[in-house]
């Protein structure tokens, strides 16, 4: 068929080309021999059902680009849920991680309070055993020197009894009222 309109496009040429040389009629004239190829082509074509299939063709090849179309929007579609549901999960997961930076310094805080707490207590706990072991040492020294007071208080007073009294049966009763009074100053 191609063939059929490139013999009829050469025979047009060549009339043109002879139509300068010579006024012609109408049958000369290679415009009129041009329609009437056209008009050719164009029965021939109508007859083989031409037209029919190139609208077939390009129904078939809309419908084809519509469902492209059509699975194209269900994708973009899709793609915006995933998106949406992507985005609300990393709202989700930022709000838990600041939840858990929330509680982390609440429970740091707890934690820091309850070392004061047990930092206090034993420095409370030292402060009293130091205090109480001060004490006992004040108690121990007060009766370090109550009992070196009593050994020299006896010794001074065996030393006075001994220089005023004589020596027989005054010394004994001397000695055992010293005795005495070391017990009970003790």
């Keep these: 068929?191609?063939?059929l309109i490139l013999a009829f496009a050469a025979a047009a040429e060549e009339a043109t080309h002879g139509a300068a040389e010579a006024p012609a009629g109408i049958f000369e004239d290679p415009t009129f021999w041009v329609l009437v190829a056209f008009l050719v082509?164009?029965?021939i074509l109508a007859r083989a059902d031409v037209p029919k299939r190139i609208v077939g063709v390009l129904d078939k090849r809309a419908q084809s680009i519509a469902d492209e179309l059509d699975r194209?929007?269900?994708?973009r579609d899709e793609a915006q849920e995933l998106?949406?549901?992507y985005q609300r999960r990393q709202r989700e997961a930022?709000?838990?991680a600041e939840s858990i930076i929330e509680q982390a310094k609440i429970d740091a805080e707890r934690i820091a309070d309850e070392a004061r707490a047990k930092i206090e207590e034993q420095l409370?706990?030292?402060a009293k055993a130091a205090e109480e072991k001060i004490a006992r040492a004040e108690a121990q020294a007060i009766a370090e020197v109550r009992s070196r007071t009593v050994d020299i208080a006896i010794e001074a007073a065996r030393d006075i009894i001994?220089?005023?009294?004589d020596q027989g049966?005054?010394?004994a009763l001397a000695e055992r009222a010293i005795d005495e009074l070391g017990g009970k100053l003790h």
């Design 162 to 165: 001994r220089s005023r009294m």
């Design 94 to 96: 930022e709000e838990e």
């Design 169 to 171: 049966a005054q010394s």
């Design 83 to 85: 998106l949406a549901k």
């Design 124 to 126: 409370e706990r030292r």
């Design 41 to 43: 082509v164009i029965a």
């Design 1 to 3: 068929m191609l063939n």
């Design 72 to 75: 194209a929007r269900a994708l």
